[in-house]
Antibody, heavy 116, light 110 residues
Framework: QVQLQESGPGLVKPSQTLSLTCTVS??????????WSWLRQPAGKGLEWIGR???????NYNPSLKSRVTISVDTSKNQFSLKMNSVTAADTAVYYC????????WGKGTTVTVSS | QSVLTQPPSASGTPGQRLTISCSGR????????VNWYQQLPGTAPKLLIY???QRPSGVPDRFSGSKSGTSASLAISGLQSEDDADYYC???????????FGGGTKLTVL
C-alpha cells in the first residue's frame, strides 16, 4: 500500500526558497500512470493545488504560482520535490503531497511557516 | 476566492439526509469528472467520491455523488456524528490546465 511522507524545513525566512520533498513508500513512483501533486492549505482555509509532475518529468502548475514554483522528480530515490522561491507570509500553510488523478493517497502534511 | 463554489456551512441531525452542492463552469465540472474529499480536524483530506459518483473501497454507501451540467452534489444519508468534518469538491480545469477546488463546506452534526 503506497504511502507518502513530506519532509523539509518548518520555518523559512521571507524572500527565501521553500524546499520540500515527498517520499513514496510501499511502491515505485514510476509504476502505474500517475502524476504526483503538491497542494497546500493555510490555517483555517481551503485547499489549493500547487502543481504536479509525471515520472517522465512533465509538469503542470497552478497559473497563480507558476512563476515561483518548480516541481521535480527523482525516480532513483522514489521522491518528488517542491521548490517555491520568493516566499512571503502568505505562503505559510500545511503542505501536502498526493498521488494525482484521483488524489487517492495523501501524505500527512507538513507545516511551513514563513517568518523572520 | 475559489473557482468552484460550495456553501461554507451545513448542518444536520443524526439520521438525516443532507446534500452539499458544488458549482463550477464549462471548463471544469462541465468538461471533467468531480472528486469529493472529507477532511477531519487536524488530518489530511481523504478521497470520498471520484469520477462523480464512484466510491473508493472502504467508503460507506451512505455517501453518494452526482453531477449535472456544471454542478455536482455530495449526498450523505443516515448522518452520523463522525461525519462532522470539512468537505471539498475538486475538478480538473481545462482552461487553467490544473486542479481547482471548492472553498469547502463545514458540516456540523447537531
Amino acid at each position: 500500500q503506497v504511502q507518502l511522507q513530506e519532509s523539509g524545513p518548518g520555518l523559512v525566512k521571507p524572500s527565501q526558497t521553500l524546499s520540500l520533498t515527498c517520499t513514496v513508500s510501499g511502491g515505485s513512483i514510476s509504476s502505474g500512470h500517475y502524476y504526483w501533486s503538491w497542494l497546500r492549505q493555510p490555517a483555517g482555509k481551503g485547499l489549493e493545488w500547487i502543481g504536479r509532475i509525471y515520472t517522465s518529468g512533465s509538469t503542470n502548475y497552478n497559473p497563480s504560482l507558476k512563476s515561483r514554483v518548480t516541481i521535480s522528480v527523482d525516480t532513483s530515490k522514489n521522491q518528488f520535490s517542491l521548490k517555491m522561491n520568493s516566499v512571503t507570509a502568505a505562503d505559510t500553510a500545511v503542505y501536502y503531497c498526493a498521488r494525482d488523478y484521483k488524489m487517492d493517497v495523501w501524505g500527512k502534511g507538513t507545516t511551513v511557516t514563513v517568518s523572520s | 476566492q475559489s473557482v468552484l463554489t460550495q456553501p461554507p456551512s451545513a448542518s444536520g441531525t443524526p439520521g438525516q439526509r443532507l446534500t452539499i452542492s458544488c458549482s463550477g463552469r464549462s471548463s471544469n465540472i462541465g468538461s471533467n469528472t468531480v472528486n469529493w474529499y472529507q477532511q477531519l480536524p487536524g488530518t489530511a483530506p481523504k478521497l470520498l467520491i471520484y469520477r462523480n459518483y464512484q466510491r473508493p473501497s472502504g467508503v460507506p454507501d451512505r455517501f453518494s455523488g452526482s453531477k449535472s451540467g456544471t454542478s455536482a452534489s455530495l449526498a450523505i444519508s443516515g448522518l452520523q456524528s463522525e461525519d462532522d468534518a470539512d468537505y471539498y469538491c475538486a475538478a480538473w480545469d481545462d482552461r487553467l490546465n490544473g486542479w481547482v477546488f471548492g472553498g469547502g463546506t463545514k458540516l456540523t452534526v447537531l
